[in-house]
């Protein structure tokens, strides 16, 4: 089958070819005028020579009846006349003709159309007379003078005419082998652009139905448009695929993390219902703020991510980040030192303000104390640290917990992808996310380390 | 005397559910369901609060809060919102609100907010530079930065100094954590662990431990209150 790009639903549109026939109209366009040049070329070569060969037999003839004329006059010439013509040829005229054009002697049309005459004529191609059968083709004749009349020597172009004849169906043949030709060759360009482009439909058709897995083969590397077209789309299904996965597990987590404080939400208020002390049920209903105050601050943690990562930097102010990190101590040392361990200080940068969203920044540093407290362990030491090289300025928050394994890392910093381990604390998810998406709003990255024992979880930024 | 609220907000459900939360709690509420009425009502000039929703048909929130603050009028605004981030906090404060509740909201949040913006008005009306608060027993010493309860000094550092004096300037009225954090520590997100309850904590062993009566009280399910009387 002709692949059909317009077998795909479009909008209703005015009438217009398929690709395919416009490339196979196209290779026979092409086929044909090549071929007709050529035939064209051939025909007028052919032509001129056969034009010159009559040509040069006929002055040679007349050449040399008029010298029979001279030596012998007209009755030797009439006797060459009369025996020159070979019996079954028709074509060949040789007369004497008078002034008027009036034949006299010799084969040729009654009445002879003299252009010019009596001027003698070298050679010249034209109808010779108005009667049959030199009315009906043009002949090749000289016309000399001989004394008072004319002698007429030529031949019709019949040789001429059957070259022709051939010539035209050499020209019909011509264009039937274009025709083929070109539907041919629209048919195996078609077949293998359509092919190529199919493949690449079929993917698309592919991932559109869910696999997401489909790739377009392709040379690695190549330089023509099919191989861009394929490293091209290849690319973006990457980034699909990656988009999607990312999609999941934040739908899948966020369902999960929500579920959990909902059937609590839940439980609660149906305990609160049935509870029939009043007091009891005061208390019930309480517990039951506490829950949905949860389940609102992971919806804004959300909502405060997805705008991390589409935010514009006129919400960035100069910040001194000396100050930023001994604020955060100042907040946190006695929460840290309350859930019985240490808190340390380390500020290593010493000058420059940098520019970057303080209060992001802030809830971002406070989500790796945060999650610090519920990993490290009780007894345990907490260590924020500030530091700067030329090019990175590090807010660093190091824990002496169990850390996380190398292998694990990546997903730890993956969106909702909390480890199965910590699945028991809740919210813990989001606020690792949240500090990613700062770290790319400010243009740096979360780095997890390990600490020996314990975790180093950095939020780099570039020093500006 | 009653005072009167102004509740703009095009959501009929929230708007009734404010006016009788704030009609049983004994204030006088009118209502305005766009912002072109609601500046029109803002700038009659008598009432003393107002409380209006961010997203409005016709003049937005935003937009209005500017006109009433451009025509001069310096009735304290506190602007309720479903946007909740961090920056959008701080555009309304910007705009010329003088505080920011995301929605849902508790009544015992909104409440000590409406009371904290009162008192303020309250304070700058009666133009009396404070140089000492004193609840009960404590004094406290804005000049000198010190604390003395029943005749005895109480050390403090600077952030536990001014978490003092915000409860002071509100004795009696019950200040959330929110309010702390915004106030205090100038953040405006929540940091979802117990923060503020671990510096009142430290602060209340300071100003409690020794002494004969409680004076820092827990409000369950709203926040701190500082009074003599339990």
């Known amino acids: 089958m002709v692949p059909d790009t317009d077998s795909l639903p479009t909008v209703k549109r005015p009438f217009r070819l398929t690709v395919t026939a416009r490339i196979a109209l196209l290779a026979i366009g092409l086929a044909l005028v090549s071929n007709l040049v050529l035939v064209a070329f051939v025909w007028q070569q052919i032509r001129d020579d056969s034009v010159d060969a009559l040509r040069r037999d006929t002055i040679e003839q007349s050449d040399a009846l008029v010298s029979v004329w001279r030596s012998g006059g007209e009755p030797a010439l009439s006797r060459a006349i009369a025996e020159a013509r070979a019996p079954g040829d028709f074509s060949l005229i040789l007369a004497i003709v008078d002034g008027s054009g009036q034949r006299r002697v010799g084969v040729g049309p009654q009445d002879i159309t003299l252009v010019g005459a009596p001027e003698p004529t070298a050679f010249r191609i034209g109808k010779i007379g108005g009667d049959r059968p030199w009315s009906e083709r043009e002949a090749g004749y000289s016309v000399r003078r001989i004394g008072a009349n004319f002698l007429v020597s030529g031949r019709l172009l019949d040789d001429w005419e059957q070259e022709q004849r051939g010539i035209e169906q050499a020209m019909v043949a011509a264009t039937l082998l274009s025709l083929a030709l070109g539907l041919l060759v629209g048919l195996i360009v078609t077949r293998y652009v359509g092919h190529r482009l199919n493949e690449v439909a079929d993917v698309i058709e592919g991932v559109a139905a869910g696999d997401l897995t489909r790739r377009v083969r392709g040379v690695p590397g190549g330089q023509d448009a099919f191989d861009r077209l394929a490293s091209r789309l290849n690319a973006m299904l990457d980034k699909l695929e990656r988009l999607m996965t990312e999609l999941r597990v934040v739908t899948d987590g966020f369902a999960h993390d929500l579920r959990s404080p909902l059937a609590r939400l839940r439980s609660k208020a149906e305990a609160a219902v049935l509870q029939s002390d009043p007091e009891a049920r005061e208390a019930a209903m309480g517990g039951l703020l506490v829950e949905t105050d949860l389940v609102m601050r992971m919806l804004t943690t959300l909502i405060e991510i997805s705008r991390a990562e589409s935010l514009s930097r006129d919400r960035f102010t100069s910040v001194d980040p000396k100050a930023l990190v001994e604020e955060i101590a100042e907040l946190y040392a006695p929460v840290v030192e309350d859930a019985g361990m240490t808190f340390t200080t380390a500020i290593e940068a010493t000058s420059g303000r940098v520019i970057l969203h303080r209060e992001l920044m802030t809830q971002a540093i406070t989500n790796l104390i945060d999650n610090a407290l519920r990993h490290a362990g009780a007894g345990r030491s907490v260590t924020l640290r500030l530091s700067r090289d030329d090019r990175e300025l590090r807010f660093q928050v190091e824990d002496r917990g169990t850390g996380i394994a190398e292998a694990d890392r990546a997903l730890a910093l993956r969106r909702f992808g909390r480890l199965d381990g910590a699945r028991t604390t809740p919210g813990a998810g989001l606020g690792m996310a949240l500090v990613e998406a700062v770290a790319r709003l400010h243009g740096g990255h979360l780095a997890l380390d390990d600490n020996a024992p314990g975790l180093i979880a950095a939020i780099v930024v570039p020093a500006d | ?230």
């Open chain 2, 1 to 230: 005397m009653t005072r009167k609220i102004l509740i703009v907000e095009d959501d009929a459900g929230t708007a009734a559910y404010l006016a009788k939360g704030l009609g049983q709690a004994g204030f006088s509420v009118e209502t305005a369901v766009n912002g072109r009425d609601g500046l029109f009502l803002a700038s009659e000039g008598v009432v003393d609060l107002i409380i209006a929703d961010r997203m409005l048909p016709g003049l937005d929130g935003l937009a209005m809060i500017g006109a009433i603050r451009a025509a001069g009028i310096r009735t304290p605004v506190l602007m309720l919102s479903a946007l909740a981030t961090v920056d959008d906090r701080i555009d309304g404060l910007k705009a010329g609100a003088d505080d920011y509740l995301c929605k849902p909201f508790s009544f015992a949040e909104l409440f000590a907010r409406i009371e904290a913006l009162l008192r303020r008005v309250d304070l700058a009306v009666a133009k009396n530079q404070v140089t000492k608060l004193s609840v009960g027993d404590l004094e406290i010493d804005l000049l000198a930065r010190t604390v003395t309860r029943e005749g005895r000094s109480i050390p403090l550092g600077a952030r536990e100094f001014n978490l003092l004096e915000y409860l002071a300037r509100h004795a009696g009225q019950v200040v959330t954590r929110t309010m702390m954090l915004e106030k205090i520590w100038n953040y405006h997100f929540d940091p979802g662990s117990n923060v503020v309850d671990v510096h009142i904590g430290r602060l209340r062993r300071k100003i409690e431990d020794g002494f004969r009566a409680p004076i820092l009280h827990t409000v369950r399910g709203a926040g701190y209150r500082l009074s003599a009387d339990g």
